[in-house]
């Protein structure tokens, strides 16, 4: 069984929709979450980090933290042809003095597909 | 902005060559890690390293080598690449969080 586990899709939707996009985990050591965005042929780049519980929220999207569950998520409100992408989770684990290792386990990516 | 740049974007070898992957950060960060990306296996960890000369394994080491002699300099090193090794090599840097070069697509005939 994978450490984290991510479907891959590939998930379309009409512009303008709200996409939900998930992860699981089995590892309770990870503190720090994490979502990336990787267009084609090119390099992930951070769109949202979360440490521990709770939400946050940053202009149309949204990230959740459920540690008791061992689930995350990320809300894209009012979907645009240009979100169309590669959907990363990743997360690590903390030491004892609360200081991320920076080794991140990611899940396999979720191709999201908006059309106008 | 945190920048990290790769020597190559696209990369063609011949099994048995010696391959150098490149990875330049401008940011000072002592974290620098080389992913290996490939479809359905998501993003793998090959090596990472702490500080200059500095390195440790991570998931998936066999058939690499790194080499960290400056602080923005992290390189990989395949001995003698093999077809199994044509993948989208990818290298982060880490403050917080890990930022991503743009990726090196190796394929090796």
């Known amino acids: 069984q994978k450490e984290v586990e991510q479907d891959p899709g590939p998930l379309s939707v009409p512009e303008g929709a709200i996409v939900s996009l998930n992860c699981t985990y089995s590892?309770?050591?990870?503190?720090?979450f994490m979502w990336y965005r990787q267009y084609s042929r090119k390099g992930p780049e951070l769109l949202m980090y979360?440490?521990?519980?709770g939400n946050k929220e940053d202009g149309r999207f949204t990230a959740q933290v459920d540690k008791s569950s061992k689930y995350i998520s990320l809300f894209i409100r009012d979907s645009q042809p240009s979100d169309s992408a590669t959907y990363l989770c990743?997360?690590?684990?903390?030491?004892?003095?609360?200081?991320?290792?920076?080794?991140?386990?990611f899940g396999q990516g979720t191709i999201l597909t908006v059309h106008p | 902005d945190v920048k990290v740049t790769q020597s190559s974007r696209y990369l063609v070898k011949r099994t048995g060559e010696k391959v150098f992957l490149e990875c330049v950060q401008d940011m000072d960060h002592e974290n620098m890690f080389w992913y290996r990306q490939d479809p359905g296996l998501g993003l793998r960890l090959i090596y990472f390293?702490?500080?200059?000369?500095?390195?440790e394994k991570g998931d998936i080491p066999e058939g690499y080598s790194v080499s960290r002699e400056k602080k923005e300099r992290f390189s990989l090193i395949l001995e003698s690449a093999s077809t199994n090794q044509t993948s989208m090599y990818l290298c982060a840097t880490k403050q917080e969080t890990q930022y991503f070069g743009p990726g090196t697509r190796l394929l090796v005939l």
């Open positions: 979360t440490y521990s519980s």
């Open positions: 390293s702490y500080d200059v000369k500095m390195k």
């Open positions: 990743a997360m690590s684990a903390t030491n004892a003095g609360g200081t991320s290792y920076g080794k991140l386990t």
């Open positions: 590892n309770s050591a990870f503190q720090y």
